[in-house]
């Protein structure tokens, strides 16, 4: 049972337009959700994040949102850059009890043309 | 130098054989953790340790073994390999500071190539 899905595998935009990655859950009892990137022979690197009592969380040109009652969150790269091609997965946490363990998708990968 | 390490890079081996895939970290975080990813699966955790002394199965133990020989070493080994434990494997470690709306952010090593004849 995939509790983090992300549902469109790959996402091909052009330079300076917006990326929009998308990614579902089916637990709410998540409370805390990450993205992470990954190039090639490389291992994923932590990129933003977002806690269930937020609905949007920016860090420079990368924003999450997180609609709760959708059990939907997703993330925006404005603009997109050629260097952001990449892999990205989405993950989320159950913190109570501060078990660590994160529950990953499946990953999308990103294609930005120049 | 990089703060999560793993050796091999990339393995070949055949079916039944055993193998060990390691993991060193310098970035003095008490938990680590193995996971596989494969195409369309995403990753999947495999074990994960929260001290040297605490060791607990992930989603997808059967088949694999770890050993936690120092707070920086975290060792995956499989018994007897078979084709279908073909991926690749990922360590990460965390400082364990994660809570409720607040998440233990991991850092992964470069990855294990592993492929099962």
């Known amino acids: 049972d995939q509790q983090v899905k992300q549902n469109s595998p790959s996402l091909s935009v052009q330079e300076g337009r917006i990326s929009i990655l998308n990614c579902d859950y089916t637990n709410s009892m998540f409370d805390y959700f990450l993205w992470y990137k990954k190039y090639p022979a490389e291992g994923p690197t932590f990129l933003i994040s977002?806690?269930?009592?937020?609905d949007k969380n920016e860090d420079g040109r990368f924003t999450v949102f997180l609609n709760k009652s959708a059990k939907h969150l997703s993330l925006h790269i404005v603009p997109s850059q050629p260097g952001d091609s990449a892999v990205y997965f989405c993950a989320a946490s159950h913190g109570s009890g501060n078990t660590g363990k994160l529950i990953f998708g499946q990953g999308t990968t990103l294609q930005v043309k120049p | 130098d990089a703060d999560v390490t793993q050796t091999p890079r990339n393995r070949i081996t055949k079916t039944g054989k055993r193998i060990m895939l390691e993991c060193s970290q310098t970035?003095?975080?008490?938990?680590m953790y193995w996971y596989r990813q494969d195409p369309g699966l995403g990753l999947r955790l495999i074990y994960y340790?929260?001290?040297?002394?605490?060791?607990n199965k992930g989603e997808i133990s059967d088949g694999y073994s770890v050993s936690r020989q120092a707070q920086a070493k975290f060792s995956l080994s499989l018994e007897s390999a078979i084709p279908n434990q073909t991926a690749l494997y990922f360590c990460?470690?965390?400082?364990?500071?994660?809570?409720?709306?607040?998440?233990?952010?991991?850092?992964f090593g470069p990855g294990t190539r592993l492929t099962v004849l």
């Open positions: 340790s929260f001290d040297v002394k605490d060791i």
């Open positions: 977002i806690s269930s009592i937020k």
């Open positions: 970035k003095g975080h008490d938990r």
């Open positions: 990460a470690t965390s400082e364990g500071s994660g809570g409720v709306f607040r998440a233990d952010t991991q850092y």
